[in-house]
């Protein structure tokens, strides 16, 4: 009897113990990193050429999504659809100059959905996008910051040579006295050098130093031991201008790199689908009107893979420094990239488009307890940037927004073979006249040295056309709305303002045959149009294959 008392006691000893410490246990860490203008030239995405051994460590330590899209290929209004989980036109966020927060004052964001929920959000670098930061409702906290060292050299207009930023200065001051100094400003027409190869430590451009003000708040938040975080870390790189330290540079033989083959824009396709490379051509020592010398070609991409190889090293300092912690186990990870980047590819260099090398993106979920039986494979789901706000909501066990328009990943990150949903969805009004920032080419801008392109372009898409051509329709209302499904990419010009009426231009790319996306093969295959039509009409709530989610 005596026994049997002792043996009940200690019974209710361990269960109350392991209740209490149940109680006690937090809910995950979010460590939320951000990468910018990153298209799958990675070494876990199969790249040959590209160094990014921390990014592929991380691959290996959870899921890879191989076929993840954006639903807007530039950075405002990928980042906003993303961290409020709803697209693009339904927040009418479509260039960079619309605030989410003045469209739809009540939306929630992801951090702020955590902070509301008993987290401590905090982010560096570059999360949402320019001065769109939503600091009083999403952050709950300023990181800490922790000062350049003291062999970093002055940075000027981003640069760390005196070349490089004797160059810059030079380029503003004879542009502004050409066109005065607000049009300069207001468009960001001065610009240095394209590309910066400097024997400086990593602290040295914003990238290292705000991994390093990551790992100190990384610090700080984890004295707090009962409260969990959320913690974002905004990478600028390989964003333009192609700047990293020269060690980065190193890891590349430029005489060995490869260029783009597939130097034409697709046969039969959109006049409206591309433009002429502004973004890049802005650059001082870049040709404004003429194509790029291979010898350039081969300089760029070098600089653009070193800037990958620089962010990869950061992100290996972030993770080493949560492993330090002791708070790894407890911390899901995810890796995003806001959109692609076409570095030659069609003719093209920048990411305003609505094809695969722009709205194809690297995206990475570590869920401990989730992933860790599978950790290391891939999937080949289409998923989109907009499942990233329900997904994590549902591995932190909270109650998701009624306003998300994306599917929570949990079911693929368990079993990453699943049959998903059937379509990936993104949009760019006319990439050819909305290049520069995703906005109507203001008269100033139309009047630089930009003038002859824009002429171009306009003669190109006015004899495509032919009496469907107005100006003010095709820069104001038309909008190329894209569909990828497991085979096919569909692109959809229309009038946004009458979405039921037939389409403009049509275009269609067989992946299976055409990965390159090189022939619009819709004209000939009008019933696979009608039918592709369907699925796309359907949209994204139609598109999970059968769960409910």
């Known amino acids: ?75 405002g209004p990928s980042r906003a659809s993303l961290m409020t989980g709803a697209r693009p ?47 009083a409702l999403s952050w709950s906290r300023k990181p800490i910051r922790v000062k350049a060292s003291g062999e970093s050299e002055e940075v000027t207009g981003g640069y760390s040579l005196p070349e490089s930023q004797l160059m810059y200065l030079k ?70 201008d192609w700047i990293a330290p020269k060690k980065y540079w190193d890891l590349y033989d430029e005489a060995k790199i490869p260029i783009a083959t597939q130097v034409n ?27 790029f010398s291979p010898e350039l070609q081969r300089r760029l991409r070098h600089g653009y893979y070193a800037c990958i190889s620089y962010v990869d090293a950061q992100v290996g300092k972030m993770v080493q420094a949560l492993k330090d912690s002791g708070e790894y186990d407890n911390t899901i990870i995810v890796l995003w990239s806001d959109h692609g980047f076409n570095l030659g590819e069609m003719g093209y260099w920048g990411k305003a488009t609505n094809y695969e090398l722009a709205t194809r993106v690297p995206f990475i979920i570590v869920a401990p307890g989730v992933t860790d039986k599978v950790k290391g494979q891939k999937s080949d789901a289409l998923v989109e940037l907009v499942d990233i706000f329900p997904t994590l909501s549902d591995l932190a066990g909270l109650k998701r927004p009624a306003h998300l328009e994306g599917h929570s990943l949990v079911p693929v990150l368990k079993n990453p073979s699943i049959k998903w949903q059937d379509a990936a969805f993104s949009l760019f009004p006319n990439p050819a006249m909305r290049e520069w920032a995703a906005r109507p080419y203001t008269p100033p801008f139309r009047n630089s040295f930009f003038a002859p392109l824009i002429k171009k372009i306009e003669t190109r898409i006015e004899n495509q056309m032919g009496d469907k051509w107005d100006r003010e329709v095709f820069e104001d209302f038309v909008m190329g709305y894209a569909m990828r499904t497991d085979r096919y990419r569909m692109v959809v010009w229309k009038d946004r303002r009458f979405p039921e009426k037939e389409p403009l231009f049509v275009e269609l790319y067989d992946h299976e045959k055409d990965s390159q996306e090189t022939t619009n093969i819709a004209m000939n295959n009008p019933q696979l149009v009608k039918k592709l039509m369907v699925t796309f009409n359907g949209g994204w709530e139609s598109s999970l294959k059968g769960y409910k989610n």
């Open 1 to 75: 009897m005596k026994n049997r008392v002792f043996f009940s006691f200690l019974l209710a000893t361990v269960v109350f113990s392991t209740n209490v410490f149940s109680q006690k246990k937090k809910q995950p860490n979010i460590l939320f990193i951000a990468v910018d203008d990153l298209r799958t030239d990675l070494g876990c995405y199969d790249s040959p050429v590209v160094k990014s051994p921390n990014i592929d460590a991380l691959a290996k330590a959870g899921i890879q999504f191989n076929r993840a899209y954006c639903q807007e290929a530039i950075c």
């Open 265 to 291: 824009p697709p046969t039969n396709g959109a006049a409206m689908g591309l433009s002429e490379s502004m973004e890049l051509r802005v650059g001082a020592d870049v040709p404004k009107t003429e194509p």
């Open 89 to 135: 036109e339904t927040i009418n966020v479509i260039d960079l100059f619309q605030d989410f927060r003045l469209n739809c004052p009540s939306i929630k964001t992801i951090p702020q959905h955590f902070r509301e929920n008993g987290y401590e959000t905090v982010y560096t670098g570059k999360v949402f996008h320019g001065k769109y930061t939503d600091d």
């Open 171 to 240: 380029n503003k001051i004879a542009l502004e006295s050409k066109y005065g100094e607000k049009m300069i400003r207001e468009n960001w027409l001065a610009k240095g050098p394209v590309t910066e190869c400097a024997d400086v430590p990593d602290d040295a451009y914003e990238d290292g130093q705000n991994t390093n003000s990551a790992i100190a708040t990384l610090k700080d938040l984890v004295k707090k031991e009962d409260k969990p975080w959320f913690l974002g870390l905004g990478f600028h790189k390989p964003h333009l």
